[in-house]
């Protein structure tokens, strides 16, 4: 088993910056790849950005290329999540996966790919 603790989430005017952060716990050592995914109101969850465990690769959904950055501390066992240039339509509640299953050269993007997920934290962007 595998836990995940969000954190950073928060209210914040467009153009800001905001880390989100997210803390691995158990079984650690399992995972192959860990990534952000977001649900608006009224909208369906969907993919930010992701990294794999060892390599450091990572994918980002076109929504956020050049104003997310994802990254990792191997140390602390977390991943963060880089905002900057918030709009309103980044409000949403920010959710932490993780993904077991090892893929050669590729990095896991969809919600199904992942086994393990945390709470969440909002994040809104007032206009």
């Known amino acids: 088993q595998v836990q995940l603790v969000e954190s950073g989430g928060g209210l914040v005017q467009a153009g800001a910056s905001l880390t989100l952060s997210c803390a691995a716990s158990?079984?650690?050592?399992?995972?192959?790849?860990m990534g952000w995914f977001r649900q608006a109101p009224g909208k369906e969850r969907e993919f930010v950005s992701s990294i794999t465990w060892s390599s450091g690769k990572t994918y980002n959904a076109d929504s956020v290329k050049g104003r997310f950055t994802i990254s990792k501390d191997d140390a602390k066992g977390t991943v963060n999540l880089q905002m900057n240039s918030l709009k309103p339509e980044d409000t949403a509640v920010y959710y932490c996966?993780?993904?077991?299953?090892?893929?050669?050269?590729?990095?896991?993007?969809?919600?199904?790919?992942?086994?393990?997920w945390g709470q969440g934290t909002q994040v809104t962007v007032s206009s």
């Open positions: 996966a993780a993904d077991q299953q090892y893929y050669s050269g590729y990095v896991p993007l969809l919600e199904s790919e992942y086994d393990y």
């Open positions: 158990g079984r650690t050592f399992r995972i192959y790849a």
